[in-house]
């Protein structure tokens, strides 16, 4: 009996550890230059203030000199692609992987400043040089580290949107999205950012914008490649490889997309949503427990074309 006491209340100290420990959570904002990711974590950060939820930003780009929000965790205080520049004789590119290696390679420096942080709830500002994500293993590595310590992480991929006009453009965004999907392995969200400068593309687009965010029947994307001028006289050899990363795309299932304008609240509330069920945010903190709030993170009935409309003319009934 005496021995049968002992484990219940180790049990049930276990127990109570488990539901007093504070789950971590985070997103990793990645995308190339230019496509509004400094803009987002400052945006979302003060979005989700607006909601009380403490957030911490966390500059993983050691040539961000340009931020638009307060840092608290910066990796220009470990090292700076400019110093490496000077050190080492590289270039931009060359540093910037060398940055990220020597990150990678002091991940406890990275842990330090996450754990002295009052905040469980992380967004990380990563360099826009894409081959971090789809060829090198050193951000894959530092967050696999950090998903393995109990940290919940997705991946927010940010595309210009403008891609959308033309088809080429759209298989090489569908292409790039696939592989750092797969290459990342962390739930993942993809973004068609720069929604509000969509309007200006319209007519430029063949299909609707549910055909390009749902990522629907991409034969028809072929067919209008195959009538244009995309290529010259190699267009049949563009075909082929134009087919065979459809194929790839559609076999795979995987990518579709949000729309993002990031000065509206209610577009930066929609993928808000989806992110928080993508690293299991609506499900883990204490703030989501309750049945409307898991809610008010499903899919609604509403079109992405409507979506988009309503976010430039808020008050449109």
């Given at each position: ?41 400052s945006r979302m950060k003060t979005f989700l203030g607006k909601l009380e939820r403490e ?66 709830y992380f967004i990380f500002d990563c360099p826009g040089q894409v081959e971090l994500y ?14 393995q310590l109990g940290y919940h992480l997705c991946t927010v991929h940010l595309v210009e ?157």
């Amino acid at each position: 009996m005496e021995g049968g006491r002992c484990f219940k209340n180790r049990h049930h100290r276990r127990q109570q550890t488990l539901r007093t420990r504070k789950p971590l959570f985070g997103q990793l904002v990645i995308g190339p230059p230019g496509s509004g990711k400094t803009s987002y974590c400052s945006r979302m950060k003060t979005f989700l203030g607006k909601l009380e939820r403490e957030v911490t930003v966390v500059n993983l780009d050691p040539a961000n000199d340009n931020m638009e929000y307060e840092s608290a965790i910066d990796i220009m205080q470990l090292v700076t692609v400019q110093d490496v520049m000077e050190q080492f004789g590289l270039g931009p590119n060359g540093a910037l992987i060398y940055c990220m290696e020597f990150l990678e390679a002091n991940f406890g420096w990275l842990l330090e400043q996450l754990k002295a942080s009052s905040c469980k709830y992380f967004i990380f500002d990563c360099p826009g040089q894409v081959e971090l994500y789809t060829h090198h293993n050193a951000m894959r590595n530092i967050f696999e580290k950090l998903d393995q310590l109990g940290y919940h992480l997705c991946t927010v991929h940010l595309v210009e949107s403008h891609h959308c006009s033309e088809p080429h453009k759209f298989i090489s965004t569908l292409l790039l999205s696939l592989h750092t999907m797969l290459q990342m392995g962390l739930p993942h969200v993809n973004v068609l950012s720069k929604a509000d400068l969509l309007k200006e593309y319209e007519s430029k687009l063949a299909f609707n914008v549910e055909y390009y965010t749902e990522v629907l029947d991409l034969n028809y994307l072929l067919e209008c490649i195959e009538h244009s001028s995309i290529g010259g006289t190699n267009r049949t050899k563009y075909k082929k490889l134009d087919a065979a990363i459809v194929s790839m795309v559609e076999d795979y299932g995987l990518v579709s997309f949000h729309l993002l304008d990031s000065n509206k609240d209610e577009s930066l509330l929609r993928l808000k949503n989806a992110v928080d069920k993508a690293n299991g945010y609506v499900y883990g903190a204490g703030e989501e427990q309750n049945v409307n709030t898991l809610l008010a993170c499903a899919v609604g009935a509403e079109t992405q074309t409507e979506r988009m409309e309503r976010d430039v003319d808020p008050y449109r009934s």
